[in-house]
């Protein structure tokens, strides 16, 4: 059975930074693609960063030159490293592999960003 489980979640102060992490288990990476996507209650999932298996990595505008995705096969784990945090940011990340013709969601770790 794969699982995804997100965790580094937390509370910040403005301006402040997190690494969240998403260990993946009963699959081996890498995916064919990795995404970060965050929610807010009342509002619809957005998607935050990707990473590809091609290496190529696509963040949404509010993101770029802030957060950064990356992989690391040998723990079957890919990060997001969130700096300069804003209270805009404060939602449930969630991340999502895909592999072939499947998808994959893990449960989301909570990030709040105080102001």
């Known amino acids: 059975q794969v699982q995804l489980v997100e965790s580094g979640g937390g509370s910040v102060p403005t301006g402040g930074s997190l690494r969240l992490s998403c260990t993946a288990s009963?699959?081996?990476?890498?995916?064919?693609?990795v995404g970060w996507y965050r929610q807010v209650p009342g509002k619809s999932r957005e998607w935050v960063a990707f990473?590809?298996?091609?290496?190529?990595?696509d963040y949404v505008r509010d993101a770029q030159g802030r957060f950064v995705i990356s992989g690391d096969n040998a723990k079957n784990t890919v990060f997001l490293q969130m700096n300069n945090l804003r209270p805009e940011d404060s939602a449930i990340y969630l991340c999502?592999?895909?592999?072939?013709?499947?998808?994959?969601w893990g449960q989301g770790t909570q990030v709040i960003v105080s102001s």
């Open positions: 009963g699959i081996t990476l890498p995916f064919d693609a």
């Open positions: 999502s592999g895909a592999k072939g013709s499947q998808e994959y």
């Open positions: 990473l590809r298996r091609s290496g190529r990595t």
